[in-house]
């Protein structure tokens, strides 16, 4: 599996993007897709998931402005962001994934979303 993110970038505090994260590679529906967050010197976190069936997980602290959705024809994720803060600031990660299955586990190269004051 492949994954291939996009639609990360500089925004201004209080605007939007929207990040997608399309898979490929010999797949069907990919069971769940998510996205992660890697802000400088701190730890990988969740950020949100959704599976094939459309249920969706979110970080607490996220879920009143951010909204995962998924296209299961296109195998893409995608991540609204509203209200962005400068604390949102990180490396946006791509992961497919399969629960109870190790080795079915892939992540995309990354997006840079910045968010200035």
């Known amino acids: 599996v492949q994954l291939q993110a996009s639609g990360g970038g500089l925004v201004q505090a209080g605007g939007s993007l929207t990040l997608s994260c399309a898979a490929s590679?010999?797949?069907?529906?990919?069971?769940?897709m998510g996205w992660y967050r890697q802000a400088l010197g701190k730890q990988r976190e969740l950020v949100a998931t959704?599976?094939?069936?459309?249920?969706?997980n979110y970080a607490d602290s996220l879920e009143d402005r951010f909204t995962i959705s998924r296209d299961n024809r296109k195998n893409t994720v995608y991540l609204q962001m509203n209200s962005l803060k400068v604390e949102d600031t990180a490396v946006y990660y791509c992961?497919?994934?399969?629960?109870?299955?190790?080795?079915?586990?892939?992540w995309g190269q990354g997006t840079q979303v910045t968010v200035s004051s």
């Open positions: 992961r497919a994934s399969r629960l109870y299955t190790p080795k079915y586990d892939y």
């Open positions: 590679g010999n797949i069907n529906t990919v069971p769940r």
């Open positions: 959704m599976t094939s069936g459309g249920t969706s």
